[in-house]
């Protein structure tokens, strides 16, 4: 069946630092492949999407290359900021006919000043 | 930001209780869905609506039902609530079967069973 797998948190960085956070997949066919971000006491928002292979996905910063190779979708982030703390989840969806999101278990971040 | 209002917002009720949970939107969008959210888990989808009146079920749907009378409100019911449905719920919406994955949340309703 379909599935995300993240890595495990809390990831904890200093402002500044260079943030990757890692995503594969398991997929049949091509999905497409999400990253929703969640703040504290709020519901997720969608943070970037790619929908083929090699296809990037950027915004606020953030930015994700979809890798078919890898069957990998990892987010990064050159500068992070204490307002990036969150946590943030890696989802898929498969482009045939009505297909559910399938989330991973999210990766919290930590930004100290 | 997207309309969808969830209520109640937090709720603590006894085991065995009916519980019910609403979400309502101003986007008039056709998919409407019910996750939970739980450590280790992420988010996992209760039920979801194609349509008026057209419920459909996803991966954890037991102990749970959902009616959609209108295309703005989308209900979440636990009949006999349990501690295992102690749990964050968040509704999401959907514009079109080409918009898929492009959920709009609502802030969630906390919900603690005792």
């Known amino acids: 069946g379909n599935s995300v797998t993240q890595m495990e948190g809390p990831v904890t960085l200093s402002e500044e630092a260079f943030l990757t956070i890692n995503c594969t997949y398991t997929?049949?066919?091509?999905?497409?492949l999400f990253w929703y971000v969640q703040y504290p006491g709020e519901g997720l928002q969608l943070l970037l999407k790619?929908?083929?292979?090699?296809d990037k996905g950027s915004n606020k910063g953030f930015e994700a290359t979809y890798r078919k190779e890898t069957t990998s979708f990892h987010l990064e982030k050159g500068s992070v900021q204490v307002s990036d703390s969150a946590v943030y989840f890696c989802?898929?969806?498969?482009?045939?006919?009505?297909?559910?999101?399938?989330f991973g278990t999210g990766t919290r971040l930590l930004v100290s000043p | 930001d997207a309309g969808i209002t969830q209520s109640p917002r937090h709720k603590v009720t006894e085991t065995g209780t009916p519980v019910t949970l609403r979400c309502h939107q101003t986007e008039n969008h056709r998919y409407m869905y019910w996750y939970r959210q739980d450590p280790g888990h992420g988010l996992r989808l209760i039920h979801y609506s194609y349509g008026v009146k057209d419920t459909d079920k996803g991966e954890v749907s037991d102990g749970y039902s959902v009616s959609r009378s209108k295309t703005e409100d989308f209900l979440l019911t636990l009949e006999s609530a349990t501690s295992s449905q102690t749990s964050v719920y968040f509704c999401?919406?959907?514009?079109?079967?080409?918009?898929?994955?492009?959920?709009?949340f609502g802030e969630g309703s906390r919900l603690t069973v005792l």
């Open positions: 997929a049949t066919g091509y999905p497409s």
């Open positions: 989802a898929l969806r498969r482009n045939t006919g009505f297909q559910k999101l399938v």
């Open positions: 999401a919406i959907s514009e079109s079967e080409a918009a898929f994955g492009e959920l709009f």
């Open positions: 790619a929908t083929k292979a090699d």
